[in-house]
């Protein structure tokens, strides 16, 4: 079965500098990966996909992320931090052998002005 | 946030009573699902619906009954609830399939006394 895992459950940035959260999973077939985001008292809101072609996916509010097959890793990316990126952000993969979406179990963005 | 609705946003009950949880949506998916999602832990996918047929059941307890009338209504029946089903529960839909993204609901807030 697919797994995905986030490993910092915290990550702390100022504002202005990158942010990298990182993303981690394991699928029998070819992955199907996705990036949420949580604002308090909100449901998630899709930020981007790769499904196939370009290993960089450009996605909403400046965020990007890199898919890497050989580590098996879909890190988030923000060149220039703001502190209204503050937030739970979730990493999700399908594969597939199996419909179901897996969610990490989140990491909690703070930037800090 | 609008294309996914909930109701009630927040739900207080004791564990002999019977409630039942609402969602709606405008977006014109097929496919309609019910999470939990509890402190610190991954999202737990509970009900899968694609096009008003149940295809998943991840062992959720039998206090917990699905029902979906169309494609754009989905509900979850509650009675004889324990306190350790106090969590967010959200909604979501998507356009079934493994590349599509899920859109959620703002989530029921349930606290079982």
């Known amino acids: 079965a697919q797994s995905v895992a986030q490993p910092e459950d915290q990550v702390n940035v100022a504002e202005g500098n990158p942010l990298t959260v990182k993303c981690t999973y394991s699928v029998s077939g070819n992955p199907y990966l996705f990036w949420y985001v949580q604002y308090p008292n909100r449901g998630l809101q899709f930020l981007l996909k790769y499904i196939t072609g370009d290993n960089l996916v450009k996605g909403s509010y400046g965020f990007e992320a890199e898919f890497n097959k050989s580590q098996t890793s879909f890190h988030l990316k923000k060149p220039s931090a703001l502190v209204s990126d503050s937030a739970l952000y979730f990493c999700?993969?399908?594969?597939?052998?199996?419909?179901?979406?897996?969610f990490g179990a989140g990491t909690r963005l703070t930037v800090k002005p | 946030e609008t294309g996914v609705t909930q109701t009630p946003r927040h739900l207080v009950m004791g564990m002999t009573n019977k409630k039942s949880l609402k969602c709606e949506q405008h977006l014109g998916h097929n496919a309609m699902y019910w999470y939990k999602q509890s402190a610190k832990k991954p999202l737990e996918l509970m009900f899968v619906?694609?096009?008003?047929?149940?295809?998943e059941n991840n062992s959720v307890p039998s206090r917990f009954s699905p029902e979906c009338p169309n494609s754009s209504h989905l509900f979850l029946h509650l009675h004889t609830l324990q306190p350790e089903d106090s969590a967010l529960y959200l909604c979501?839909?998507?356009?079934?399939?493994?590349?599509?993204?899920?859109?959620f609901g703002p989530g029921t807030r349930l606290t079982v006394t």
């Open positions: 619906y694609n096009f008003k047929e149940q295809t």
């Open positions: 999700a993969v399908r594969d597939d052998n199996n419909n179901d979406m897996r």
């Open positions: 979501a839909s998507s356009q079934p399939g493994l590349g599509y993204e899920q859109y």
